[in-house]
């Protein structure tokens, strides 16, 4: 099916792990880049991650730098976001979302941008308590 649908979301204690799921159904992950996002209450939706399978290309914003980690299974059309060392500024509901292929010199690029990314997810929300 042409949709996206996370899984894994949760209330956890801050410094725990949650492992959170994008199933992209017939978004094939060699034909799309996934993109994580949060969006806290009252707050613009931000990038978390992004990954190009393709060329095996990650990203991360700052915030999460070694401790979020984004993969794919292009098999399974599957996209997990593994989040460790979690914080209360990590609340929020997380958004995967797809965008068509992106290029940069020559080598696919995801982009931290939402409005490059055209299809969305329900959401999943991430609770960490302090």
């Known amino acids: 099916q042409w949709r996206l649908v996370e899984s894994g979301g949760g209330l956890v204690q801050s410094g725990g792990s949650l492992k959170l799921s994008c199933s992209t159904g017939?978004?094939?992950?060699?034909?799309?880049?996934i993109g994580w996002f949060r969006q806290a209450p009252g707050k613009e939706r931000v990038a978390v991650s992004c990954?190009?399978?393709?060329?095996?290309?990650?990203r991360y914003a700052d915030s999460v730098k070694g401790r979020f980690t984004i993969s794919g299974d292009n098999a399974k059309n599957t996209v997990v976001l593994q989040m460790n060392s979690l914080k209360p500024e990590d609340t929020g509901v997380y958004y995967c979302?797809?965008?068509?292929?992106?290029?940069?010199?020559?080598?696919?690029?995801?982009?931290?941008?939402?409005?490059?990314?055209?299809?969305w997810g329900q959401g999943t929300q991430v609770t960490v308590s302090s």
């Open positions: 979302a797809a965008a068509l292929p992106s290029m940069l010199a020559g080598k696919h690029y995801c982009r931290m941008n939402s409005t490059q990314y055209d299809y």
């Open positions: 017939e978004f094939e992950l060699d034909f799309y880049h």
């Open positions: 990954i190009a399978t393709p060329d095996n290309v990650t």
